[in-house]
């Protein structure tokens, strides 16, 4: 049975389950040294002394550290270079590194950050997009508070307009949203001999994490090694800001000559790290009396924070989803990522798009209900096709499972006989059905496209057995498990042979980022690569051993035979154990290396237009809730959620990633928000004020498997991890605005909106 397209168990689940696996809080070393962090308590504020003297008093203290002690540079390296990794000079939010403590254990860490004593001259910080793009501004980045802006700009917008016989305008706001992952952001540095660092820690990126270290210490690349440890969760919280801790670390552990150790609680790991971007969208669409769209002006903002750290590639995926997968001759899409006094925002599952989806999603829903259209027809009359343009006028070719996705979803709903206008409802309780279409950009797309690559190596071992080191990361997602089965099926041997390790840069060639949903797609064909190398050697053993052709050789599951004379016509067989010892015997060469550089894209930045991804995934969800009207409570009952990735490689890791990204959708639609006060201090930093979804809130969620396979992925494969998460929001809005007819263009949506007038 191919390992391809079968459940399998997961690889890492029992020791998960059972609580074997080591995070990295639970590793030491002997003369360990423990930091902690002195943060600013302002947003916006110039720094003065620094006074460590009731510090240096806490028994077990070893030292402190500013920016004067780093011997490298002071800056993050990621997009642009702006970010320290120690405050020097100013502090921009408020949680931002100022100093580090060692000591020799946590608590004496704490305890000597706690008693440092900052001098800090407060500043008027910019707390919001509206203030920050205010002409009256102070301008706290450039000249403009802007990150960067682009353009997409598709057709003629006004001669669009003119056409139109309908305009619909609205305004769009989305909220922060905070990872959770459950295990908080840490790391472990080691000096070593010669120089060299090692660091070990939770994170999503090696690659980012070795070029910061390197960067903090002043170290060339080689002498330093990143390894990831098990890691609990990722969803982007772990893409950029482990750069930082590493570096932290690092710095420590360089200067003090001993292994040092940096977990975060929980409360400084919310104050601190990334989250996703507040987006503040406004749409303009035309249409014809049918609802085709024909024209569409959108202007987006985010709320990039402190530092640029990744919202300029977060921006333009967004930009390039704004409209999301409709078909639309006149566009003009203007967006912008701009500065404020608060935490820097970075990737979150979705990166840019679910916010852009919101409103777009939402005014689609608007169209309909203005026009006495169906939402499903509406959708339906515009929706991308193979053969139609984007708004980036990429034509869509193979592997576009949209409409297979709508139909299915519509089916299952029994659309048909749930939905009726929100006119016609008029009980206190009241049951309401709305849907979203989504697509998404699977890889690092043109915005990207010099780090999209991917590395593995393999190695045959003398009893059989075979083992991978790939550049991207597991962190939950299932990714060690499905590579493994992509191994097992391109080597032809069965899936327990084969292991995948976990993340090492010494092991592998920078393979990029574990974003984008591209682990599957680029790690997956960088595989296939490393085996296809591998088995150039093992047919022709296998060849020679039953004395036939190389062509005529087959090795299956395992067992190699001959396919003209199969085992179950009375031909030999030969088990992969034997096979693999005469590969030893014959001294052939049993490492292989295989590499994958993404499929082309072509893109022209100053208008927007070209192809901005090699492939998309696609999805429409449909979403059932519950209201009370005369509480504002609202219970989503059911999500069915019909998602098209290329090929599902493992059934059930594929619904398990539908089933933890739409409970973050809900989240995002009904509950989570981060709230400040007036002088930009985050207010609710731990998991008694951040209000998440459980499992009680846990709607019936209905995965439908959808497989239009693409031609350049392993198998079909196209990867789709992000993909559950991002349309959940606006299905569930709009099935809120089906209930009780109140439309919903600011999330998340709690009770008291549903209450206002
Ligand atoms: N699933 C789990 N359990 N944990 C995670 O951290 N991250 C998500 C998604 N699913 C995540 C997850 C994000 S943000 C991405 S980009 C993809 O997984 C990355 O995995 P892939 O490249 O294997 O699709």
């Keep these: ?68 002690d780093i011997p490298g540079k002071n800056i993050n390296p ?90 619909f305008e609205n305004t769009y706001e989305t909220p922060y949203q905070e990872h959770a992952y459950l295990e908080t952001q840490g790391m472990i540095a080691v000096p070593g001999i010669e120089d060299t660092m090692t660091v070990y820690g939770s994170m999503q990126c090696p690659f980012y994490v070795h070029d910061a270290v390197s960067q903090i210490l002043g170290l060339s690349k080689n002498k330093v090694k990143i390894v990831q440890a098990t890691t609990g969760g990722g969803f982007g919280g772990k893409e950029d800001f482990p750069s930082i801790l590493a570096g932290h670390a690092a710095l420590v552990a360089k200067l003090t000559e001993r292994p040092t150790k940096l977990v975060y609680h929980r409360e400084e790991d919310i104050i601190a790290s990334s989250k996703r971007h507040p987006g503040l969208i406004k749409i303009k669409i035309g249409t014809d009396d049918d609802g085709k769209i024909l024209a569409a002006k959108i202007d987006y903002y985010l709320d990039g924070g402190a530092y640029s750290t990744l919202s300029p590639i977060v921006l333009w995926r967004g930009t390039v989803h704004a409209l999301g997968p409709y078909v639309c001759d006149n566009v003009l899409i203007n967006s912008a990522a701009v500065a404020t006094n608060k935490v820097p925002c970075g990737a979150y599952r979705g990166f840019g798009s679910p916010q852009v989806i919101f409103a777009a999603e939402t005014i689609l829903d608007e169209i309909a209900h203005e026009l006495k259209i169906d939402p499903i027809d509406l959708r339906r009359r515009n929706i991308l096709t193979p053969g139609t343009t984007t708004v980036t006028s990429q034509e869509i070719g193979e592997s576009c499972g949209l409409t297979e996705t709508l139909d299915k979803a519509f089916e299952k709903a029994n659309w048909k006989t749930k939905w009726s206008r929100p006119e016609t409802k008029t009980d206190k309780i009241r049951k309401g059905i709305g849907v979203s279409t989504i697509y998404y950009g699977v890889g690092l797309g043109a915005g990207g496209k010099h780090l999209d690559r991917a590395g593995a190596n393999m190695v045959l071992l003398r009893d059989g057995s075979v083992q991978c080191a790939v550049g991207n990361t597991e962190m939950g997602q299932g990714a060690r498990t499905v590579l493994a089965q992509i191994a097992a099926d391109s080597l032809g041997i069965p899936y327990n042979n084969i292991h995948v390790i976990e993340t090492d840069t010494s092991l592998v060639p920078d393979s990029g980022p574990t974003v984008a949903s591209r682990t599957t797609l680029m790690s997956g064909n960088a595989i296939v690569s490393a085996a296809k190398d591998l088995r150039s050697r093992i047919m022709p053993l296998i060849a020679d051993l039953l004395q036939t052709t190389a062509d005529d050789a087959e090795l299956i599951d395992g067992k190699a035979f001959s396919k003209k004379n199969p085992p179950d016509k009375g031909g030999k067989s030969i088990t992969f154990e034997d096979l693999t010892r005469e590969f030893y015997n014959r001294r052939l060469m049993p490492s292989s ?106 709607p019936d969620i209905q995965p439908i498997i959808v497989e239009h396979p693409y031609s350049s992925g392993p198998f079909g494969a196209k990867g789709f991890g992000e993909v559950p998460l991002m349309g959940i929001a606006p299905a569930v809005a709009n099935a809120v605005f089906n209930a009780t007819g109140k439309r919903i263009r600011k999330l998340p949506v709690k009770p008291e909106c549903l209450m206002e007038k």
């Excluded at 793009?133 to 003119?162: L, M």
Aim: charged share 25%; net charge negative.
């Design 78 to 167: 990621l997009v642009y270079t702006d970010q320290p990794f120690l405050a020097n000079g100013y502090v921009r939010f408020y949680g931002e590194p100022i100093a580090l403590i060692a000591a020799e254990t946590p608590e004496a860490a704490e305890e000597a950050a706690r008693r440092t004593k900052v001098q800090i001259t407060p500043l008027e910080p910019v707390l919001s997009i509206d203030q920050a793009i205010s002409e009256s501004c102070t301008k706290i980045y450039s000249q403009d508070n802007t990150f960067t802006r682009y353009k997409i700009e598709k057709g003629a917008i006004d001669k669009g307009f003119a056409k139109a016989r309908h305009i």
């Design 1 to 68: 049975m191919p390992a391809v397209g079968s459940s399998l168990p997961r690889k890492d689940a029992w020791d998960k389950v059972t609580g074997k696996a080591k995070y990295i809080d639970d590793y030491s070393y002997p003369n360990i040294v423990h930091i902690s962090t002195v943060r600013s308590p302002v947003a916006y504020g110039k720094l003065g002394e620094i006074d460590f003297t009731e510090a240096k008093k806490i028994p077990g203290f070893i030292g402190h550290y500013t920016y004067n």
């Design 593 to 698: 290396f295989g590499w994958f550089i993404a499929p082309d894209t072509g893109f022209d930045q100053k208008n927007g237009q070209g192809n901005a991804y090699f492939t998309y995934s696609y999805c429409t969800n449909i979403a059932e809730v519950t209201v009370d009207t005369e509480t504002g409570e609202i219970k989503v009952d059911t999500i069915i959620a019909a998602h098209d990735m290329g090929k599902a490689i493992n059934p059930q890791q594929v619904e398990g990633q539908i089933q933890g990204g739409t409970l973050q959708g809900v989240g995002y639609c009904v509950m989570e928000e981060i709230r400040h006060d007036k002088n930009g201090k985050m207010l609710n930093d731990a998991f008694a004020t951040y209000i998440l979804p459980t499992f009680e809130d846990a």
